[in-house]
Nanobody, 126 residues
């Protein structure tokens, strides 16, 4: 059974940084995508970023471009989301998700992902 475990969330002041981790286990494929999504109270889940684990291709939502960086460590089956210059509007539960295929520019469609982590809370507040 494939499992995703997120970590790294917490409380940070505006302008601060956090690094989220998504550790994946229970699969053998080397060609898959990992996406980060977030959901704030009263809002729909939205795509933040994604990465093709095989070749490192990445996409970002406009709202986080230049502030967030997604990366992967294939030896550890772990994907990271480095979040800098955090804003109060970044406050949300962040989820990582695993897709058995790489969908390129369709990446923000949550229905394309097969497995989801439990989520980690990120709160940006002074």
């Amino acid at each position: 059974q494939l499992q995703l475990v997120e970590s790294g969330g917490g409380l940070v002041q505006p302008g601060g940084s956090l690094r989220l981790s998504c550790a994946a286990s229970g699969f053998t494929s080397a060609y898959y995508g990992i996406g980060w999504f977030r959901q704030a109270p009263g809002k729909e889940r939205e795509g933040v970023s994604c990465i093709s684990v095989s070749d490192g291709s990445t996409y970002y939502a406009d709202s986080v471009k230049g502030r967030f960086t997604i990366s992967r460590d294939t030896a550890k089956n772990t994907v990271y989301l480095q979040m800098n210059s955090l804003k109060p509007e970044d406050t949300a539960v962040y989820y990582c998700a695993w897709a058995r295929n790489w969908y390129g520019s369709s990446w923000p469609r949550a229905g394309l992902y097969d497995y989801w982590g439990q989520g980690t809370q990120v709160t940006v507040s002074s």
